[in-house]
């Protein structure tokens, strides 16, 4: 079973899958290894959210059209793009030293309280609290890193199903 192979709706359902299986080892990790979120963690996650919903609409509606199946896909790449940009900040971030203050401010709650949406987003990226603190790694990468590496394979993955050929079947 090649998953290369596999239909529009398959391929989008593994997408939505895969966004499930980190959101939810994310979440593992806050509460069972007592791993807190910073704001930019919070950020990926809601990217990860939107590129899993825009995975499962894909699944779900199955376009037959090529162009529907594109703009599934440029939707969803578009999503992971952001998520990348995201995580990429936090990887920025977490590598400066700590003397040039690799940080990301104080917590978003306090943030929602005392300033506007757009405020709140604006200061989240600038990087001003706890986000330099690197708490656990897999493989040499942090959590970060390894939200980057997903979502440029999420990318490339949106990109691959939605843009993809697709054979004509015979009834």
């Not at 590129?51 to 790449?77: C, D, E, I, K, Q």
Request: charged share 10%; glycine share 12%; proline share 5%.
């Amino acid at each position: 079973m090649n998953p290369l192979r596999w239909s529009f709706r398959a391929q989008c359902l593994l997408g939505f899958l895969i966004c499930a299986g980190l959101l939810a080892f994310a979440i593992y990790m806050q509460i069972q290894m007592g791993l807190e979120p910073c704001p930019l963690c919070i950020y990926q996650r809601i990217a990860f959210a939107a590129v899993g919903v825009l995975f499962l609409f894909g699944a779900m509606h199955g376009p037959a059209s090529r162009g529907g199946r594109a703009g599934y896909g440029v939707l969803t790449l578009l999503a992971a793009l952001v998520g990348a940009g995201i995580a990429g900040r936090h990887v920025y971030v977490q590598l400066l030293p700590k003397d040039l203050g690799s940080s990301c401010g104080p917590p978003l709650s306090f943030l929602a309280e005392t300033m506007g949406p757009f405020e709140v987003f604006r200061t989240v990226l600038t990087g001003t609290g706890d986000c330099g603190n690197i708490d656990w790694t897999f493989l040499g990468l942090s959590m970060p890193m390894w939200s980057l590496v997903w979502f440029v394979l999420l990318a490339g993955w949106a990109l691959y199903v939605g843009l993809r050929t697709r054979k004509k079947r015979l009834i």
